[in-house]
């Protein structure tokens, strides 16, 4: 059963740059088949899509986040990883990984169990 | 970007009762429509996607029907364990966008 499991900083503060990574189990980062994506909540709010990659080729970004955002993929530790630059309270939000299916755009069919990052002064 | 209206924004209904959701996009998505369900402190968990096609385990009282911009989640008969909240997703066009949820509670 394909697992996803993000791991982050937990607490942060303003202007510091976000790294979070999620780790896939029982599935490869490297199929042909599926992408993998991240996608925040804030507390109490509903979910905002934040970038969609696959093994090659370029990454889908929310225009929102594009210019604070990278994502990547390592299929060697079957990890994918998401970095957020010059982050604020805004930002706060509980942050999940989920495997992605393509037809046009992209739906997510397994989710991480989310990964709770705050900032704060 | 493709703006996606979900309502009502809560929907009271007693255990047994049917339930309908709406989802309307603000253009025109085809099929490209998911549906997810929430419950306080999980992850989302995806029910349907392709606007009618249950995801694997899902039951059959759970159905979704629509194409173009409206759409429906009908619950035939709630069980207390689909008390939760509802969002639909389309992705037909990037960025991806998210409905703001339905929230489904015990009346």
């Known amino acids: 059963q394909l697992q996803l499991q993000e791991s982050g900083p937990g607490l942060m503060k303003p202007s510091e740059t976000l790294s979070l990574t999620c780790t896939v189990s029982d599935g490869s980062t490297r199929s042909s088949t599926y992408y993998w994506g991240w996608i925040r909540q804030p507390p109490g709010k509903g979910l905002e899509w934040i970038a969609t990659m696959y093994y090659s080729g370029s990454p889908y970004y929310n225009p929102s986040l594009k210019s604070r955002v990278t994502v990547s993929i390592d299929t060697s530790s079957n990890q994918f990883s998401m970095k957020m630059t010059s982050v604020t309270a805004a930002d706060t939000a509980v942050y999940y990984c989920a495997r992605a299916i393509t037809t046009s755009g992209a739906y997510f069919d397994h989710w991480g169990q989310g990964a709770l990052v705050t900032v704060s002064s | 970007e493709i703006v996606m209206t979900q309502s009502p924004d809560t929907l009271s209904v007693s255990p047994g009762e049917r339930a309908t959701l709406s989802c309307r996009a603000s253009q025109y998505i085809g099929s490209y429509l998911a549906w997810y369900q929430q419950k306080p402190g999980q992850a989302p968990r995806l029910l349907v996607y392709?606007?009618?096609t249950r995801a694997t385990g899902l039951p059959a009282r759970f159905s979704g029907s629509g194409s173009g911009t409206e759409f429906t989640l009908t619950i035939s008969s709630l069980q207390s364990e689909d008390f939760a909240l509802y969002y639909c997703q389309q992705y037909n066009n990037w960025p991806l966008t998210f409905g703001g949820g339905t929230k489904v509670e015990i009346k």
């Open positions: 392709g606007a009618s």
